[in-house]
T-cell receptor, first 112, second 113 residues
Framework: SQQGEEDPQALSIQEGENATMNCSYK?????LQWYRQNSGRGLVHLIL?????REKHSGRLRVTLDTSKKSSSLLITASRAADTASYFC????????????FGQGTRLTINP | DAGITQSPRHKVTETGTPVTLRCHQT?????MYWYRQDPGHGLRLIHY???????DKGEVSDGYSVSRSKTEDFLLTLESATSSQTSVYFC????????????FGPGTRLTVL
């Protein structure tokens, strides 16, 4: 079963708009990470947020974490065509094996 | 791709044949991972290694074996390939704890006919 689930599964917006993707998870986590995957390529790490953090920024990216709701969001501001990709959240559980568990991803399309 | 190469990048094989995929890193990272990516399933961990000759199973390890005789190389073997193993396979590495950021290779597209 998937620990992390992204929502929506697909998102299409106009260039310059903001894009928001959400990730929900089921059990307590050590940290949550967001990755990007361009078509036909490997995943690229974007941001890691720890369970005691609420918000992190990196350039045009903003990630929030609400452990009470077991959810995270990734906001991309002022989107560009190059942001077109799939975005995955991955969680590390507190209990059990300390490995990343990936969600199924959100497919983001930025229209010029 | 952070000093990670995978070979081959594409392979077509027949059911029942053995297949070995290679992951090579130049980062001297301790942890190495093999994932498979399939539509509707995201990435799923097959096996991982936490040091030379130290490996453990992941979520979907049946039908796969791994070996790590050197820090830089992690091999994934399908002893007798099946059509259900048609997938894109990704290798990843992380420096220290398995909770660290992972860096991914470019992937190998495997088709089993």
């Amino acid at each position: 079963s998937q620990q992390g689930e992204e929502d929506p599964q697909a998102l299409s917006i106009q260039e310059g708009e903001n894009a928001t993707m959400n990730c929900s998870y089921k059990t307590s986590i050590n940290n949550l990470q967001w990755y990007r995957q361009n078509s036909g390529r490997g995943l690229v790490h974007l941001i890691l947020i720890r369970s005691n953090e609420r918000e992190k920024h990196s350039g045009r990216l903003r990630v929030t974490l609400d452990t009470s709701k077991k959810s995270s969001s990734l906001l991309i501001t002022a989107s560009r065509a190059a942001d077109t990709a799939s975005y995955f959240c991955a969680t590390v559980l507190i209990q059990g094996a300390q490995k990343l568990v990936f969600g199924q991803g959100t497919r983001l399309t930025i229209n010029p | 791709d952070a000093g990670i190469t995978q070979s081959p990048r594409h392979k077509v094989t027949e059911t029942g044949t053995p297949v070995t995929l290679r992951c090579h890193q130049t980062e001297n990272h301790r942890y190495m991972y093999w994932y498979r990516q399939d539509p509707g399933h995201g990435l799923r961990l097959i096996h991982y290694s936490y040091g030379v000759k130290d490996t453990d199973k992941g979520e979907v390890s049946d039908g796969y074996s791994v070996s790590r005789s050197k820090t830089e190389d992690f091999l994934l073997t399908l002893e007798s390939a099946t059509s259900s193993q048609t997938s894109v396979y990704f290798c990843a590495i992380s420096q220290e704890a398995s909770t660290d950021t992972q860096y991914f290779g470019p992937g190998t597209r495997l088709t089993v006919l």
